[in-house]
């Protein structure tokens, strides 16, 4: 089916929007106006769009009151049985006082409209049946009645509990140790009660709306959520349904529907660009749309020491690990060159590792940047932390740090050396290697442009400069230029007897310093080994 809708543009005219999908997704961060754009929408078609707020009251009485369909339906739809009150909703929305804020509390209404449904279903098919008697004809099948179609939704979400309806009153069954159990549906979880007022909600409105949906996650978790609304669209495929939200993963679990971010919103008029089909995983690209922050990229993973590290460093960032550096490089180069984030900086920041003076001058065009040490762990031991550390535990600064650093130089570096130059030679010609531009020439000139590159490494002068530049750190006893170059990610686990504490519990001291009243200490001590290009 062909949907039609209505947007804004940035000078807040109507514009119509059309979709092949039944389901159009609009995110954005807290107060970006997500609401006051459902209410605008339902605006412009009063009689074609039902709008359920986020305010909703899930509470009902047991026993649901009983009215013809005409009745409950046009106390779901406009709030009032009076038709007077049917233009602009003005029951449903307090005069238009209440559009973003009023709470919904028709949660009765809904299910006896429902019930309403099936009994006309009911009664149209035994007037069916009526007829064909009279007429000597087979008897019409059983039709599926609005509450089958609730129950097959509810079966769907809680495959181990039923939902029965017996005299207008509805239970949720389970089974316990092979014995029926019964309960009302007062009784009934929120998630619970939220499934059955949604689902009833969307079943008894009649066909062919467009159903604006305010936050959708409310009372739902994240593992029932999106079956609901998949299941809903499936069975009103009738149905145009706009959900409002600010919940990047429903939002990117609805893999089919059209997506539109509001970008700024001035209390008037919304900037809104629609998510087209993009190289960037989607639902990355949401959680930054939603996020408000300018972007740094880091390895490691959500509890590594990068992530602990940068996100303290650089609080006014959303911090995003990646996994490996390749990973960061990756992504940075595809955000920044991506249309859609005009609002936010994006910058990624990845250890010097073996890299190269020139290797890393070139990253910085696309705004990645190293850190002043081999990796992050070494940021543990630069000689500004390990003397804060060192008086904070009650320490001679200046014989901890004579100790570690010859430990850190004479025990460690120097017995790894020849291995540390051999990774930095495979580092650089890897580097090298990867740089040839062959991808897009033809054969010949692919082949040419490889050998000329391979003639180019002198295996023999890469070997020598690596050699110079570890040698030069080792017999200068240069501390700061060790830790420069030195890869080992463990060292910094194996201190902290030198300050009196087990070596494992070292870091983890320093990252619960971090988070506490010596915050500033610490990211002063680190902060002249943070590239000075990311502001922070």
Not at 89 to 113: C, H, I, P, Q
Not at 224 to 239: G, H, Q
Not at 441 to 462: D, F, G, P, R, V
Request: aromatic residues 10%; negative net charge.
């Amino acid at each position: 089916m062909d949907f039609k809708y209505y947007l804004p543009n940035e000078q807040g005219n109507k514009v119509e929007c059309r979709t092949t999908s039944n389901s159009v997704i609009i995110i954005g961060a807290n107060g970006s106006g997500k609401s006051k754009l459902g209410a605008w929408i339902e605006q412009q078609s009063f009689e074609n769009v039902h709008r359920i707020g986020a305010q909703r009251n899930l509470n009902f009485n047991e026993n649901i009151s009983l009215k013809s369909y005409s009745q409950a339906e046009s106390l779901v739809f406009y709030g009032s049985e009076d038709p007077s009150q049917r233009n602009q909703k003005n029951f449903r929305w307090n005069w238009g006082k209440s559009f973003t804020t009023k709470m919904m509390d028709d949660f009765e209404n809904v299910l006896a409209a429902l019930i309403a449904m099936k009994n006309n279903e009911n009664d149209a098919y035994i007037a069916e049946c009526r007829k064909a008697e009279q007429m000597n004809q087979p008897k019409p099948q059983t039709p599926i009645t609005s509450i089958d179609r609730l129950q097959f939704i509810w079966n769907e979400v809680f495959p181990q509990r039923k939902l029965r309806i017996d005299d207008s009153k509805f239970y949720a069954v389970f089974e316990k140790s092979g014995n029926e159990q019964v309960y009302s549906a007062t009784q009934m979880s929120d998630g619970e009660r939220a499934v059955l007022y949604l689902a009833s909600q969307v079943l008894c409105i009649t066909a062919n709306k467009t159903i604006i949906m305010d936050e959708p996650e409310i009372h739902l978790h994240h593992s029932i959520m999106n079956r609901l609304w998949l299941a809903l669209e499936r069975y009103r495929s009738d149905c145009l349904f706009i959900y409002i939200t600010h919940d990047t993963e429903f939002a990117a679990m609805h893999k089919h529907a059209d997506k539109i971010w509001i970008r700024e919103f001035d209390g008037l008029n919304w900037t809104l660009v629609r998510i087209e089909n993009n190289e960037l995983p989607e639902d990355l690209l949401l959680d930054i749309m939603g996020s408000r922050k300018n972007v740094l990229f880091v390895e490691g993973e959500k509890s590594s020491y990068d992530t602990q590290l940068y996100t303290a460093l650089y609080p006014k960032y959303y911090v995003i690990p990646c996994g490996g550096c390749s990973q960061v490089i990756a992504r940075t180069k595809a955000f920044k060159n991506s249309s859609v984030l005009h609002h936010c900086n994006v910058f990624g920041i990845i250890d010097r590792d073996f890299r190269s003076d020139y290797e890393i001058e070139k990253y910085k065009t696309d705004n990645i940047f190293t850190i002043k040490v081999a990796e992050v762990e070494n940021l543990f031991l630069v000689e500004e932390l390990l003397h804060f550390m060192a008086v904070h535990l009650g320490k001679n600064p200046d014989e901890v740090l004579a100790e570690i650093k010859n430990y850190v130089i004479n025990v460690r570096f120097a017995n790894q050396l020849n291995g540390q130059i051999c990774q930095s030679v495979v580092a650089e010609i890897k580097y090298k290697l990867m740089s040839a531009e062959i991808s897009k020439k033809n054969e010949a000139e692919a082949k040419n442009s490889l050998n000329t590159l391979l003639s180019s490494i002198n295996y023999e002068q890469i070997k020598a400069d690596q050699e110079a530049k570890f040698g030069t750190a080792l017999y200068s006893n240069d501390y700061k230029e060790v830790i420069k170059v030195f890869n080992e990610k463990n060292i910094a686990k194996t201190i902290g007897h030198f300050f009196g504490l087990q070596d494992a519990a070292y870091c983890s001291t320093v990252n619960a310093l971090l988070q506490g009243d010596k915050r500033k200490d610490i990211i002063a001590a680190l902060a002249v080994y943070l590239p000075a290009d990311i502001p922070r």
